[in-house]
């Protein structure tokens, strides 16, 4: 059987609610927002959910200092990276220098790097293979556009996604999140149905468990992106397979992102 395993969490049961700052906040605001959500954390959230910030780059060594400094359960992340290890590549940052900065984390294939910067699924690959070969564990975006919602081709689209932003990539060694964000969703206050999304969600295991196995399918988190609320996260979290949320515009504000944490807890444990 695919689908969720029930709580008490272990690594298969564990929710992951990362917040996506994107070109948001300066590396003052940033560490002022950090401490602000790691003054709000519950010690409770640890036992459900991996809770991860991602600030700029700019801001990964102040807001890894921040979670050091409070022994804080929250975990660091990285927005995009490299896939070359190291060299002449002016401008890009290396998956080394991510984990030498505490990156457990890091985001793949954003719908705003496929869109602004032609992104392809073999650079997404070729970039998830890179942080699994240093233990970091890929999130992996993939979505339709409107065009391709209002035709019914969801799950094609998206299920075609994972198998060419994964293509050759062992997942073995840094596991695997696979970001569902439906593209008209992302910055506009429109939300999938959660029906919608579970379905989609369902796919995306299905395909996971046809490329690497219904254990690692098991494994893998499959989160909800696009328009992420407090008031909305507890339908996402319901839905049998999704583990968790990206969260990008209410990662932004300490009140709003800790609500959003706190609801998925009290879903995942209902
Ligand atoms: P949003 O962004 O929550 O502001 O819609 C989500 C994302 O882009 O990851």
Known sequence: ???????????????????NWKMNKT?????NLAQEISDRARREWASVADVVLIP?????RGVSNVIA????????GAQDCSPHQQGAFTGQISVDMLTDLDCAYCI??????????????ADVAAKAAALEAAGVTPIVCVGEDREVYDRGATVEHVVAQVAGSLGGVDISTGGIAVAYEPIWAIGTGLVAAPDHAQRVARAIRERLASMYGDQQARRARVLYGGSVKPGNVAAFIACPDIDGALVGGASLKADDFC????????????
């Open 69 to 76: 400094f409070d022994r804080s359960f929250l975990r660091v």
């Open 1 to 19: 059987m695919l689908g969720r395993r029930p709580l008490p969490a272990n690594d298969d049961g564990r929710l992951l609610i990362a917040g």
């Open 27 to 31: 590396y003052t605001q940033a560490v």
């Open 56 to 60: 700029p780059f700019t801001a990964l």
């Open 108 to 121: 793949v294939g954003h719908s705003e790097r496929r869109g602004l910067l032609g992104e392809t699924d």
């Open 259 to 270: 609500s959003i944490v706190t609801n998925a807890c009290d879903a995942a444990r209902a």
